[in-house]
């Protein structure tokens, strides 16, 4: 029994010595990112290429930007060249506003690097949709039995070959709702729309979002973050937009290969068709 | 055909022999519960046999003459009468065993090596329910809590009851319960096991290069018996724990009926507890409970047939509704299994066993008004006929069929209304499926014992599967050499296909979907396995056994998390193949005041998927590459018994990351940090080891016989890392560690009556 304690001794050690985890790396490999929408009856604009940055260093979407990149997006019988502002954080925009993205139509997306590096991606917008049924306006939160919306669900005409729709809220207004009410305090949070777990950071974002297969639903009102005006978009993804919808809101927040869409870096290339409405979430005071 | 011949064969046998037999069952003389697993030696031969799962052993081929016959069992008092033996007697004998307070025979240990030689039992191990009972984590014994404490299995976390063996994903463990197969038998999202210990009497887990007796599963069996329940008296047992709390009840059937009964069951009380605390009403506590109910039914129809009837049922449920967000969540599973043992001759018996088993999981919740639901369910309906012969000392033949009908069903709708009503869902988006799947399956395995040294076990099993339209041959070929008493190699190796498919979450087990494969997939799962196993017992009262595997993995699956929807089983899947190498070495005392053992595993696994990782190698996340494992029980007095557990592991294995970047979609203002990932679970976490300790103490309560448990889970309070990940939400990336439980002391109180 003594040697078989020295035995497990001797080997609880070594498990010890040579099972030791590994330190979180500090390398940094630079990878180009890529996030290109098309969005139908809109213009071309914002077409960000970025280097990727070392997660041992402050994140600056700015300095991301690879403003010496040439990109070009071509459709059957159209080349348009390009170009980005010297500073800010939008990314390259077609200079000609008045050109704006055609329904069913094949886009290219062609990027040559300063350094020779070619990226490439191909979309086809989808079909335009419109608004049957609009959302409401004001809307009431919580909602008031006695007064309940106008118009519930919302709804919008299919686009031929989409299977899912994203949602999308966007507040127009999270600072000033306060003046609208009587003996509400300024604060900010005062404006916040309250929900189960949420936290600070949900509320760094403006922009909050919902995906159906449907066209039509009921207003979820978790989906709005502040009271006041807001923009309610409902966007006909084609996959490549989809796809990286899934990316930037349900994975957790490790890139996903399988999602990207573009040739030569990481990031998408989509885009969809749109519709837009405006409306005033209003609290419902006691 | 061949069930006949063997049924024709095996009576010609026993009527033709110039020997004596002997066969009969070995109860415990208190409760009349059979004994599975009971030695029956004949004293200065080589002859004896084991008790089977329905406790009916068999001696044949037995020389005329007197003889001692012994028997043994784990826990009990050694039994030795004499017996003389005629020509062409079948000598049929009823044993019963006494409960021992502590078992110090070394004669036990010896009895026990020397029989069976026809039986090649690779990487089995058989955990005594009495030791699965002492071993508690957080004040519940579990089964799948002790297996886990054997080398070669290894879990996801601390906190998943998950078995990962040798490389394998649970999924392919073939889970039976009293021969029926049950599909996710866990609690609390994967934290405990369904199986309550109070209702079980047996555990046999085969790590590998299991015999064509068992199919569809491509790693391990874990074989599970319930309770029979006491044909002596009506008696049960209750305990209060911190989790749960539990009451068992079993005795005679009434009458002049021959059998017993037992029913046992467990709820936690979280949901009650919070029931009677204050709390926010906009911010409440989320409802959580779950229960498990076992029952069987024992009949004892004539001296050479049994009929069990085996029921079982567990659920787990978890609501929340608050600010307009509301959801439910169930889980369960239901087992209906019917069991008859017909003895035919003391040398050939078959069970026939008729089995229902329902796994089912139910994810509903209204957003505001918007709906959204997910069901998963998978129904099996089995027949099996297995038989068994015991044609002579050297040979044993077993061979069966087995029928199964699957029903899958899949509903997922994210409509916003699950009423259906709307006919403004967009095509072939809202996923309901419900499949049929049918299993034709037969084996052949015979155990032949050449000579005094060499044993040899061929066997092999055929399927069909009518949905992928896949037939399957699995060859399973063991072989065993006996150098001595204390010293024997094994090898086995064979092919073992899955048909069955998981999609599931290495950590959270509730969203678990079985479905089959069909005929999108590159083809059924199956595992080579090849297995090198070394017994030996260097000293008195202890084994020690060293095993070697390779396994190689075909066709196994992953989980498409970016999947919306589909038709197919290949649009939620990605297939992949894998490898597992490694060996282990076990160091077991089953008998004396100290029983335990020590466990030491050394194993690699590797997976590839086209898919994943760039179609690079990866280690899976479960990988670990040392894994020890310590387990004492100490009987300190006639009411004292204490216990520790140790566990030492490699660090589980995460992703790093090479950079990171800010996605923004149209209109977002600030977006969302994403990191890119380095090699795929290519670094470690620091070591994980716990240390566990329970102490027992019984006493009398109101003139019962109760014990009061002790209970410290986590003792030097080591609070391991669940997972590492890498927090983009601010611009500075930080990696944060989410740590596993802390120190749990617990108490909890047993009462027999």
Redesign the interface.
């Known amino acids: 029994m003594q040697s078989?304690k020295y035995i497990?001794i001797t080997?609880?050690l070594a498990?010890?010595l040579?099972?030791?985890?590994?330190d979180?790396?500090t390398?940094?490999?630079?990878?180009i990112?890529v996030?290109a929408?098309l969005?139908v009856g809109e213009p071309i604009q914002?077409i960000?290429v970025?280097k990727?940055?070392?997660?041992?260093s402050?994140?600056?979407?700015e300095n991301?930007l690879m403003r010496d990149a040439q990109v070009v997006i071509k459709t059957k019988d159209k080349v348009l060249p390009l170009k980005i502002a010297s500073s800010g954080e939008q990314g390259f925009y077609y200079e000609d506003s008045n050109y704006l993205v055609e329904e069913n139509t094949e886009y290219t997306l062609e990027i040559t690097t300063a350094d020779g590096k070619v990226i490439s991606g191909i979309t086809t917008t989808p079909e335009n949709i419109a608004w049957v049924e609009r959302i409401p306006n004001p809307l009431q939160y919580?909602i008031d039995s006695l007064n309940p919306p106008t118009s519930?669900?919302i709804?919008w005409t299919?686009s031929k070959g989409?299977?899912?729709y994203i949602i999308?809220v966007?507040c127009l207004d999270t600072l000033e709702y306060g003046t609208y009410l009587d003996d509400v305090p300024d604060a900010e949070l005062n404006r916040r729309i309250?929900?189960?777990w949420t936290n600070e950071?949900d509320f760094?974002?403006?922009?909050n979002?919902?995906?159906?297969?449907?066209?039509?639903?009921?207003?979820?009102?978790?989906i709005f973050k502040w009271f006041g005006k807001s923009?309610t978009?409902v966007?006909a993804p084609d996959n490549n937009f989809r796809?990286?919808?899934?990316?930037?809101?349900w994975?957790?927040?490790?890139?996903?290969?399988?999602?990207s869409s573009v040739d030569g870096a990481?990031g998408v290339f989509g885009s969809?068709a749109v519709i837009r409405d405006t409306s005033f979430v209003l609290k419902n005071q006691p | 055909m061949l069930l006949i011949a063997i049924n024709l064969s095996a009576n010609n046998a026993a009527l033709s022999t110039e020997f004596a037999s002997m066969s009969g069952f070995v109860y415990d003389s208190e409760s009349k519960e059979t004994l599975i697993g009971a030695t029956v030696y004949l004293v200065g031969t080589q002859k004896g046999a084991y008790t089977n799962k329905a406790g009916f052993y068999s001696v044949t081929d037995i020389k005329p003459g007197k003889y001692t016959i012994r028997i043994t069992y784990v826990g009990y008092e050694k039994l030795e009468y004499d017996v003389t033996l005629k020509k062409g007697q079948s000598f049929q004998k009823e044993i019963f065993l006494k409960s021992a307070i502590v078992s110090t025979n070394s004669i036990t240990v010896t009895a026990e090596r020397e029989v069976e030689k026809r039986q090649i039992t690779v990487s089995k191990v058989n955990v005594p329910i009495q030791q699965i009972k002492e071993i508690r984590i957080g004040g519940e014994s579990d089964v799948f809590r002790t297996l886990q404490l054997l080398p070669g299995i290894l879990t996801s976390s601390q906190i998943s009851s998950g078995l990962y063996v040798r490389g394998g994903s649970p999924d392919q463990n073939l889970v039976l319960l009293d021969d029926a197969v049950v599909y996710n038998p866990t609690h609390l999202f994967g934290f405990l096991s369904t199986f309550n210990s109070d209702a079980i009497k047996d555990v046999e887990m085969i790590k590998g290069g299991f015999p064509a007796e068992y199919g569809g599963r491509m790693s391990s069996v874990l074989s599970i018996t319930q309770n029979n329940g006491s044909q002596k008296e009506v008696q049960g047992i209750g305990s209060l724990g911190i989790i749960s709390s539990k009451l068992s009840l079993e005795g005679p059937l009434p009458g002049d009926i021959d059998g017993s009964w037992f029913l046992g069951g467990r709820r936690t009380y979280f949901d009650l507890i919070t029931s009677f605390m204050a709390e926010n009403p906009e911010d409440p506590f989320p409802d959580f409970n779950f229960y498990d109910l076992n029952g069987k039914l024992t009949l004892n129809l004539s001296p050479r047939d049994k009929l069990f009837i085996s029921g079982f049922n567990s659920a787990d449920a978890l609501n929340y509704d608050s600010y307009g967000v509301a959801f439910n969540m169930d889980v369960g599973n239901s087992l209906a299994a019917l069991k008859w043992t017909h003895i035919w001759a003391d040398n050939y018996f078959s069970n026939l066993i008729v089995s229902r088993s329902h796994y089912f999981n139910k994810f509903s919740g209204d957003q505001t008004g918007f709906e959204f639901l997910i069901n998963n369910t998978i129904t099996d309906n089995s027949i099996k006929y297995k038989t068994e012969w015991l044609a002579s000392d050297m040979l044993t033949v077993k061979a069966g069929i087995e029928y199964t009908n699957f029903h899958f069903e899949y509903l997922q709708d994210y409509s916003g209304d699950i009423s259906g009503d709307r006919d403004t869902t967009t095509a072939n988006v809202k996923t309901d499926l419900d499949l049929d799947d049918n299993n034709y399956s037969m084996y052949l395995q015979t155990n032949l014992q050449t000579n005094q040294h060499l044993s040899l076990q061929l066997g092999g099993r055929a399927n069909y599967w009518e949905l992928s339209e896949q037939f399957t041959f699995d060859p399973r070929v063991a072989a065993k050499y006996q150098f001595n008493e204390g010293f024997a190699i094994k090898l086995a190796w064979g092919l073992f296909h899955q048909n069955l498919r998981l999609a599931t979450q290495p950590d959270f087990s509730f969203f678990d979907t079985w479905m089959p494969s069909d005929t999108t997939v590159p083809g059924p799962g199956r595992a080579d396995h090849y297995i090198l196993s070394i017994e030996t017992n260097p000293m008195e009262e202890l084994d020690l056994n060293f095993d070697f595997y390779y396994k190689k993995l075909h066709n196994i699956n992953e989980i498409n998390r970016q999947s919306l929807n589909g038709d197919k089983v290949s649009d939620v899947l990605f297939f992949g193949k894998g490898r597992a190498y490694g060996a282990e070495v076990f160091l077991q005392k089953k008998f004396g005041r100290l029983t335990g053992w020590v466990g030491y595993g050394l194993g690699w696994i590797y997976a590839q998927f086209d898919t994943i990782n760039g179609g690079k190698e990866f280690r899976p996340k479960y990988d670990r590459l040392h894994d020890l494992k310590i387990v004492a029980q100490y009987k300190l007095s006639e009411d004292w018994d204490v216990g520790a557990t140790f566990t030492f592991q490699t660090g589980q294995s995460y992703t790093g990351a090479t950079s990171r970047f800010q996605t923004k979609l149209p209109g977002q203002s600030y977006g969302v940090g994403k990191i890119v990932p380095s090699q795929k679970y290519g670094l470690r976490l620091p070591p994980s080891h716990q240390l566990n300790v329970n102490a027992s103490y019984k006493f009398a309560l109101f003139g019962l016989p109760a014990k009061l448990i002790l209970d410290v889970y986590n003792l030097y309070n080591r609070r391991d890392i669940w997972f590492r990940y890498y927090n983009t939400q601010e611009e500075v990336t930080t990696v944060e560690d989410v740590k596993l439980l802390p120190i749990i002391p617990t108490v909890s109180i047993e009462v027999k009556f």
């Open positions: 078989i497990l080997l609880s498990l010890i040579i099972s030791c985890g590994d979180v790396p390398d940094y490999k630079e990878d990112f996030e929408y969005l914002n960000v970025a990727t940055q070392p997660v041992t402050t994140y600056n979407y991301s919580p519930d669900p709804s299919e989409i299977d899912y999308a966007n309250e929900r189960p950071e760094y974002d403006i922009a979002f919902g995906f159906i297969p449907n066209t039509e639903t009921k207003i979820v009102w978790s923009e978009v966007y796809d990286w919808f899934i990316q930037n809101q994975l957790n927040n490790s890139y996903d290969e399988n999602l990481i969809a």
